[in-house]
């Protein structure tokens, strides 16, 4: 039904969610998290459309892990660094889906940015609103190198 590849990428976001969310609170998710996961799992799907869905399920999954919620300083590097790996990713693919899959992976969060700046007061995202559990992490250095990690694998077994 899946390919190898597909099934190797479904297996480590759920390992790493279901693992890391229940004996490791010390895993991070920044947005460029999302947005690499997004781009990785968006390359499973056959269309465009569906790699937006793919890669706003990557973020429920992502977000399942406990993680640290960084200053925003280090959000907007991080946010630069993994645009211009998922753009120079499209450069040399011209492959729809991977942009698709990075914006579904990344436009849960938009929600957080609304609620800051007063303009939505309730969140709708389910690991945002707690319908699915959403933790944090204490130690930003355990977080950054598990999300390294984390989408550093999908990012590799995708391209």
Not at 37 to 53: D, I, M, Q, R
Not at 134 to 152: P, R, S, T
Request: glycine share 14%; hydrophobic share 50%.
């Amino acid at each position: 039904m899946f390919t190898k590849q597909v099934r190797t990428i479904l297996a480590v976001l759920l390992s790493s969610s279901v693992l890391f969310g229940l004996a490791a609170p010390t895993a991070a998710i920044s947005g460029g998290g999302h947005i690499l996961g997004g781009a990785a799992a968006g390359t499973l799907a056959g269309s465009p459309e569906g790699a937006f869905v793919l890669g706003l399920a990557s973020h429920a999954l992502l977000d399942a892990i406990p993680h640290y919620d960084y200053d925003l300083t280090t959000q907007i590097v991080l946010l630069v660094g993994a645009g211009a790996l998922v753009k120079w990713q499209y450069d040399q693919t011209g492959d729809l889906r991977i942009i698709a899959g990075a914006v579904g992976g990344f436009l849960p969060d938009i929600e957080h940015v609304l609620k800051k700046l007063g303009i939505q007061n309730d969140k709708y995202f389910p690991t945002h609103n707690g319908a699915i559990p959403h933790g944090k992490a204490k130690n930003l250095w355990h977080g950054l190198w598990l999300e390294v990690g984390i989408v550093g694998v999908l990012w590799g077994l995708a391209f």
